[in-house]
């Protein structure tokens, strides 16, 4: 059974930093493509970041490019999202899903709050 | 950037009746689209991909349909547990981007 598990979420301020993971299991994780979705407090869902299988390309939503980090560690079926410069609008629930090539399975999701 | 407009925002049916959700394209996206389902408090949940490959495990209920610039979810006969939020999403180009959301309730 495939199974997502992200970590990382928590209380920011303005400015600082946040690291969220994505633990995987149930599937090889180096054959797949992996994104990040994130949804505001009653907002829809907004395409953040994807990595290829090998991480030799990364995609970024212009809202976060240059402050955010896709990364990921096959050899420890890890996902990563590095946040940098955050922002209040960064405020959201992160969700890390698998492409299949569609969003075929999603995490519970962590969630960020960037406020003084 | 592919603008996806979900129609209508809010649909209002009563168990057993059919929903027909819509979701428009900015330009042709030919069938990378996708759909998905989303319950309070939960992850989404994928329905169909490419247009109208049902999902594993999804209901012979919901079906898509649609290809080019204008695609459509159906649900034939709608479950007590199928009053929810459905987002369409496309992965013809990047940036991906979803459609703001159809929000199911019970009449």
């Known amino acids: 059974e495939v199974h997502l598990l992200e970590s990382g979420g928590g209380l920011v301020q303005p400015g600082g930093s946040l690291r969220l993971s994505c633990a995987t299991s149930?599937?090889?994780?180096?054959?797949?493509?992996m994104s990040w979705v994130r949804q505001a407090p009653g907002r829809g869902l907004e395409w953040v970041s994807t990595?290829?299988?090998?991480?030799?390309?990364?995609y970024y939503a212009d809202s976060v490019k240059g402050r955010f980090t896709l990364s990921r560690d096959n050899s420890k079926n890890m996902l990563y999202l590095q946040m940098n410069s955050l922002r209040a609008e960064d405020t959201a629930v992160y969700y890390c899903?698998?492409?299949?090539?569609?969003?075929?399975?999603w995490g519970q999701g962590t969630l960020v709050t960037v406020s003084s | 950037e592919v603008v996806l407009t979900q129609s209508p925002a809010t649909l209002s049916l009563s168990p057993g009746e059919r929903a027909t959700l819509s979701c428009r394209a900015s330009q042709s996206i030919s069938r990378y689209l996708a759909w998905y389902q989303q319950k309070p408090g939960q992850a989404p949940r994928l329905l169909i991909s490419?247009?109208?490959n049902r999902a594993t495990g999804i209901p012979a209920r919901f079906s898509g349909s649609g290809s080019g610039t204008d695609f459509t979810l159906t649900i034939s006969s709608l479950e007590p547990e199928d009053f929810a939020v459905y987002y369409c999403q496309q992965r013809y180009n990047w940036p991906r981007t979803f459609g703001q959301g159809t929000k199911v309730e019970i009449k």
């Open positions: 490419d247009a109208s």
């Open positions: 149930g599937f090889s994780f180096s054959s797949y493509a």
């Open positions: 899903a698998k492409e299949a090539p569609a969003y075929q399975n």
């Open positions: 990595i290829s299988e090998s991480g030799g390309s990364t």
